[in-house]
């Protein structure tokens, strides 16, 4: 006997009802990317020193105390002043069994004359405590590292210009060509170092952003317009990564807010490049393609004979 068709209907209704439901999509796999040679040590590769400071007595961000490591080249001649290369999140930075292992990296490129002899210096955000955690991380968080990051003024740049730069010269001079000067950072620390050439592109003029915060945490999302809209670009050569499975949330879409600075600069005709990944909001993808992004940023720049 035949169901009427109405029961056929409320039948097969029930069984969708019931049954597990299967996405049509499979779950988004992070890809993890390999190390080459130039991230590795090498015997006949002279090392560089590091060494760790405290800043205590900032006048831009007052109650903050802070770690920061000063990287100086086997080849640094202090009657040649060197190129400088500054840091955000710098103890991410400086680790050489982390993701980005800077120094090892600077060592390989500074002997092959990849890049210049260069100054690294590695700023860690500020924490408002009366002493430092025991060990540089991101826990516990630095509690002024949005405020120092994300905000688009010109104080972060006043700080590093007035007094951790100048403290650091005071044993090692680096150059004063802005062309010799390049800015670094992981997500709010990336568009903290695209900030910092924005308003003073006097003092730096190369940026490399790692998976950088250019969303609406204290209003970074406006940098493509605010690119677009100027009449010609500022002097800054900018060098972008990112990954297709970075954070999606509140703040905004990361991988569309990388994908809308790379399209506003190439409208703005910059001199820029931006690498695409699928990875997601680490420094893999980034410290994997760190000796690359150098020779890039650095390919056309030559120290003063």
Same mark, same amino acid.
């Given at each position: 006997?035949?169901?009427?068709?109405?029961?056929?209907?409320?039948?097969?209704?029930?069984?969708?009802?019931?049954?597990?439901?299967? *996405?049509? %999509?499979?779950?988004?796999?992070?890809?993890? =990317?390999?190390?080459?040679?130039?991230? #590795?040590?090498?015997? @006949? /590769?002279?090392?560089?020193?590091?060494?760790?400071?405290?800043?205590?007595?900032?006048?831009?961000?007052?109650?903050?105390?802070?770690?920061?490591?000063?990287?100086?080249?086997?080849?640094?001649?202090?009657?040649?002043?060197?190129?400088?290369?500054?840091?955000?999140?710098?103890?991410?930075?400086?680790?050489?069994?982390?993701?980005?292992?800077?120094?090892?990296?600077?060592?390989?490129?500074?002997?092959?004359?990849?890049?210049?002899?260069?100054?690294?210096?590695?700023?860690?955000?500020?924490?408002?405590?009366?002493?430092?955690?025991?060990?540089?991380?991101?826990?516990?968080?630095?509690?002024?590292? *949005?405020? %120092?990051?994300?905000?688009?003024?010109?104080? =972060?740049?006043?700080?590093?210009?007035? #007094?951790?730069?100048? @403290? /650091?010269?005071?044993?090692?001079?680096?150059?004063?060509?802005?062309?010799?000067?390049?800015?670094?950072?992981?997500?709010?620390?990336?568009?903290?170092?695209?900030?910092?050439?924005?308003?003073?592109?006097?003092?730096?003029?190369?940026?490399?952003?790692?998976?950088?915060?250019?969303?609406?945490?204290?209003?970074?999302?406006?940098?493509?317009?605010?690119?677009?809209?100027?009449?010609?670009?500022?002097?800054?050569?900018?060098?972008?990564?990112?990954?297709?499975?970075?954070?999606?949330?509140?703040?905004?879409?990361?991988?569309?807010?990388?994908?809308?600075?790379?399209?506003?600069?190439?409208?703005?005709?910059?001199?820029?490049?931006?690498?695409?990944?699928?990875?997601?909001?680490?420094?893999?993808?980034?410290?994997?393609?760190?000796?690359?992004?150098?020779?890039?940023?650095?390919?056309?720049?030559?120290?003063?004979?």
């Amino acid at each position: 006997m035949r169901l009427p068709w109405i029961c056929v209907a409320i039948a097969l209704s029930f069984v969708a009802s019931t049954a597990p439901v299967v *996405s049509s %999509e499979e779950p988004a796999v992070e890809t993890r =990317y390999e190390y080459g040679v130039d991230s #590795e040590r090498h015997e @006949e /590769v002279p090392r560089g020193a590091v060494s760790e400071h405290v800043w205590t007595n900032s006048k831009v961000f007052p109650g903050t105390i802070r770690r920061y490591w000063v990287y100086v080249p086997a080849q640094y001649d202090p009657q040649r002043p060197a190129a400088l290369m500054v840091f955000q999140d710098g103890h991410a930075y400086i680790r050489e069994r982390g993701e980005f292992r800077t120094p090892i990296v600077f060592d390989n490129l500074i002997h092959r004359g990849d890049m210049p002899v260069t100054i690294g210096v590695f700023v860690d955000p500020g924490h408002k405590k009366p002493e430092l955690p025991e060990r540089p991380g991101w826990e516990p968080k630095p509690e002024n590292r *949005s405020f %120092e990051y994300d905000t688009l003024s010109g104080d =972060y740049a006043h700080f590093l210009l007035t #007094e951790i730069l100048p @403290e /650091v010269a005071k044993s090692h001079p680096f150059t004063d060509d802005p062309q010799g000067r390049a800015i670094a950072g992981i997500s709010s620390g990336g568009i903290c170092a695209f900030t910092v050439a924005w308003q003073r592109p006097d003092q730096f003029r190369k940026v490399l952003s790692h998976v950088g915060s250019f969303v609406n945490i204290r209003g970074g999302d406006a940098y493509p317009s605010m690119i677009r809209k100027e009449p010609k670009p500022r002097p800054i050569r900018v060098f972008l990564q990112d990954g297709a499975n970075d954070l999606d949330n509140e703040h905004g879409n990361w991988w569309l807010g990388n994908q809308q600075m790379a399209a506003a600069l190439k409208f703005r005709d910059y001199d820029y490049k931006f690498e695409t990944g699928e990875g997601g909001h680490n420094g893999n993808h980034g410290g994997a393609i760190l000796p690359d992004s150098l020779r890039w940023l650095w390919r056309d720049y030559k120290l003063p004979q």
